[in-house]
């Protein structure tokens, strides 16, 4: 099974600051055929279910503010959230979906300095 | 709008199985992959399988295979997953969730259905 490790695994960040959220997987999710990465990035609020935030690493679901972002290739990643938002408080998965069993990172929990 | 509405939480003795169940509407019901995934209390997320309601194919994460089972009731959309020989270890929250079409995420989720196992 790939293995998903998130770093860090809790960040504090101030209104309006920017949060970077790290993800690396132990095999490579570029599916060569078709040159996308399948990376999903997800928010879970306490209670609530998962909202998909960013799928194929880098392409916003819809809907979701333009200050969640996406990047990386391969088998390193990075979902940055440019001016953090009250609301943006949650916890961040990553989940890679290029085999199976699909697997998801820890867990990044983002709070509020 | 899209809805993934499951069944009620349960409370079962160690041994036992559950059976969930997910009712889509809101879109095309055989269109759609139908995955579940849980969460253990205070804990991350956990692929289990995944169902085909064309053809009512399936797929099993090893840990789960042989002890969970997907069907579909297509009169009603709904996707059902039975989960056998409950352990301790199997108290979660259980999640449906619509596969995006996009290579296995999961823009839809169900409200979750909180299993408790305990003797």
């Known amino acids: 099974d790939i293995v998903m490790t998130q770093s860090p695994d809790s960040l504090a960040v101030s209104l309006g600051e920017r949060a970077t959220i790290n993800c690396k997987s132990s095999q490579n999710v570029l599916y060569s055929s078709d040159n996308r990465n399948y990376l999903g990035w997800y928010q879970q609020k306490p209670g609530q279910p998962p909202k998909l935030l960013i799928y194929?690493?880098?392409t916003r679901e819809s809907g979701v503010p333009d200050r969640f972002s996406g990047s990386g290739s391969g088998t390193d990643f990075t979902l940055t959230i440019s001016s953090l938002q009250a609301e943006d408080v949650a916890i961040y998965y990553c989940?890679?979906?290029?085999?199976?069993?699909?697997?998801f990172g820890q867990g990044t929990k983002l709070e509020i300095k | 709008q899209v809805q993934l509405v499951q069944s009620g939480a349960e409370v079962k003795k160690p041994g036992a199985s559950v059976k969930i169940s997910c009712k889509a509407s809101?879109?095309?019901?055989?269109?759609?992959?139908i995955h579940w995934v849980r969460q253990a209390p205070g804990q991350g997320l956990e692929w289990m399988g995944r169902?085909?309601?064309?053809?009512?194919?399936?797929r099993y994460a090893q840990k789960f295979q042989g002890r969970a089972t997907m069907t579909r009731d297509t009169s009603t959309s709904t996707v059902n997953m039975e989960l056998s020989s409950l352990t301790s270890g199997d108290t979660a929250v259980y999640y449906c969730a619509r596969d995006r079409g996009t290579g296995a995420v999961f823009d839809y989720w169900g409200q979750g259905v909180l299993v408790t196992v305990s003797s």
């Open positions: 169902f085909n309601p064309t053809g009512d194919s399936t």
């Open positions: 194929w690493a880098s």
């Open positions: 809101g879109y095309t019901f055989n269109n759609y992959y």
């Open positions: 989940q890679q979906s290029y085999s199976s069993p699909s697997t």
